[in-house]
T-cell receptor, first 112, second 114 residues
Framework: GDSVTQMEGPVTLSEEAFLTINCTYT??????LFWYVQYPGEGLQLLLK?????DKGSNKGFEATYRKETTSFHLEKGSVQVSDSAVYFC???????????FGGGTRVLVKP | EAGVAQSPRYKIIEKRQSVAFWCNPI?????LYWYQQILGQGPKLLIQ????????DSQLPKDRFSAERLKGVDSTLKIQPAKLEDSAVYLC????????????FGPGTRLTVL
């Protein structure tokens, strides 16, 4: 079945550091790929998405490129802030079944 | 636009007791989802409704979990009887029918089973 694998956290960074969170997936067909973010005490929010190979999703300084050849969708941000401290989830969506499949999440802690 | 509302936000019960969670989706959203998020894991889909019909309940432990969406709007998820392993955050999400890959999540209900 479909699955998403993320790097385990926690990832601890200093403010203004570069952030990368690795995400790889296993799926048949052509899924859409997503990054969701969960801030403390809040629900999941869509951060960015890409619907086909080589698409780049971007939002709030975060970027991720859909790489079909490596089945990856790594999340990057050039300069993190304390407010970026959260749990980040990679997910894939298959239109057949209308189903989101999530990775295990990566906790990011940014220190001032 | 109001978001997805869930209540209660927290619930503590003893094993073998019953519990119910309520979700009010974003107005006009035809699709509603319930997820279970165990600590340290990603959300897992329990059940998906389209209007008031069930689309997918393949991951719902039907011997103890039940869900309904009367009139295609609000939904309730019930656990009876609860087990220790049901301790988790229960997330409700809704989405528009025409943009099927978009889901909006509520804040969740954190359940602790003692």
């Amino acid at each position: 079945g479909d699955s998403v694998t993320q790097m385990e956290g926690p990832v601890t960074l200093s403010e203004e550091a570069f952030l990368t969170i690795n995400c790889t997936y296993t799926a048949t067909g052509y899924p859409s790929l997503f990054w969701y973010v969960q801030y403390p005490g809040e629900g999941l929010q869509l951060l960015l998405k890409a619907t086909k190979a080589d698409d780049k999703g971007s939002n709030k300084g975060f970027e991720a490129t859909y790489r079909k050849e490596t089945t990856s969708f790594h999340l990057e941000k050039g300069s993190v802030q304390v407010s970026d401290s959260a749990v980040y989830f990679c997910a894939l969506f298959k239109a057949a079944g209308n189903k989101l499949t999530f990775g295990g999440g990566t906790r990011v802690l940014v220190k001032p | 636009e109001a978001g997805v509302a869930q209540s209660p936000r927290y619930k503590i019960i003893e094993k073998r007791q019953s519990v119910a969670f309520w979700c009010n989706p974003i107005s006009g959203h035809a699709t509603l989802y319930w997820y279970q998020q165990i600590l340290g894991q990603g959300p897992k889909l329990l059940i998906q409704f389209q209007n008031n019909g069930v689309v997918d309940d393949s991951q719902l432990p039907k011997d103890r979990f039940s869900a309904e969406r009367l009139k295609g709007v609000d939904s309730t998820l019930k656990i009876q009887p609860a087990k220790l392993e049901d301790s988790a955050v229960y997330l409700c999400a809704s989405g528009p029918l025409r943009v099927t890959d978009t889901q909006y999540f509520g804040p969740g209900t954190r359940l602790t089973v003692l």
